[in-house]
Protein backbone atom coordinates (compact mmCIF):
# COMPACT_ATOMS: atom_id res chain seq x y z
CA UNK A 1 0.00 0.00 0.00
CA UNK A 2 1.27 3.70 -0.84
CA UNK A 3 2.04 6.04 2.03
CA UNK A 4 -0.11 9.21 1.24
CA UNK A 5 2.08 11.74 -0.21
CA UNK A 6 3.14 14.95 1.59
CA UNK A 7 1.87 18.37 -0.30
CA UNK A 8 4.82 19.59 -2.57
CA UNK A 9 4.65 23.42 -1.47
CA UNK A 10 4.21 24.34 2.08
CA UNK A 11 1.65 26.03 4.25
CA UNK A 12 1.92 29.54 3.90
CA UNK A 13 2.69 30.34 7.88
CA UNK A 14 5.46 27.87 8.14
CA UNK A 15 7.15 29.23 4.94
CA UNK A 16 7.06 33.22 5.89
CA UNK A 17 8.84 31.89 9.35
CA UNK A 18 11.74 30.04 7.80
CA UNK A 19 12.39 32.77 5.42
CA UNK A 20 12.14 35.28 8.47
CA UNK A 21 14.47 33.01 10.64
CA UNK A 22 16.58 33.27 7.55
CA UNK A 23 16.71 36.48 7.23
CA UNK A 24 17.45 37.16 11.01
CA UNK A 25 20.31 34.74 10.46
CA UNK A 26 21.82 37.09 7.89
CA UNK A 27 21.24 40.27 10.03
CA UNK A 28 24.45 40.28 11.81
CA UNK A 29 26.52 39.77 8.14
CA UNK A 30 24.46 43.00 7.02
CA UNK A 31 25.38 44.71 10.32
CA UNK A 32 29.06 43.72 9.82
CA UNK A 33 29.51 45.00 6.04
CA UNK A 34 27.38 48.37 6.82
CA UNK A 35 29.87 48.80 9.99
CA UNK A 36 32.86 48.48 7.47
CA UNK A 37 31.55 50.64 5.08
CA UNK A 38 33.34 54.44 6.63
CA UNK A 39 36.38 52.79 5.59
CA UNK A 40 35.09 52.86 2.11
CA UNK A 41 34.77 56.37 2.76
CA UNK A 42 38.52 57.99 3.02
CA UNK A 43 39.66 57.73 -0.50
CA UNK A 44 40.32 61.53 -1.84
CA UNK A 45 41.11 64.45 -0.32
CA UNK A 46 38.24 65.01 2.01
CA UNK A 47 37.93 62.98 4.81
CA UNK A 48 34.53 62.09 6.58
CA UNK A 49 34.34 64.26 9.57
CA UNK A 50 34.58 61.95 13.01
CA UNK A 51 30.62 63.38 13.69
CA UNK A 52 29.36 61.98 10.44
CA UNK A 53 30.78 58.97 10.84
CA UNK A 54 29.93 58.58 14.40
CA UNK A 55 26.37 59.95 13.42
CA UNK A 56 26.63 56.65 11.08
CA UNK A 57 27.49 54.38 13.60
CA UNK A 58 24.51 55.18 15.59
CA UNK A 59 22.61 55.41 12.65
CA UNK A 60 23.12 51.89 11.34
CA UNK A 61 23.26 50.54 15.60
CA UNK A 62 19.50 51.67 15.85
CA UNK A 63 18.36 50.24 12.40
CA UNK A 64 19.68 46.52 13.34
CA UNK A 65 18.15 46.79 16.74
CA UNK A 66 14.80 47.77 14.98
CA UNK A 67 15.40 44.90 12.42
CA UNK A 68 16.28 42.39 14.92
CA UNK A 69 13.05 43.62 17.44
CA UNK A 70 10.79 43.04 14.09
CA UNK A 71 12.47 39.92 13.16
CA UNK A 72 12.20 38.46 17.39
CA UNK A 73 8.38 39.92 17.20
CA UNK A 74 7.52 37.76 13.77
CA UNK A 75 9.45 34.68 15.39
CA UNK A 76 7.86 34.20 18.67
CA UNK A 77 5.56 31.81 19.21
CA UNK A 78 3.89 29.09 16.29
CA UNK A 79 6.74 26.42 16.78
CA UNK A 80 4.41 23.41 17.01
CA UNK A 81 2.72 24.32 14.07
CA UNK A 82 5.69 23.83 11.59
CA UNK A 83 6.20 20.93 9.87
CA UNK A 84 9.03 18.55 10.60
CA UNK A 85 12.09 18.69 8.23
CA UNK A 86 13.21 15.04 6.69
Do not use: C, H, N
Request: net charge positive.
Amino acid sequence: MRRPTRPVFLARAPYRRRRLRDAARLLPLLGFLLLLLPILWQDGPDLPRVSDVALYFFGVWAVLILLAAVFASGLKGGEGEEEEED
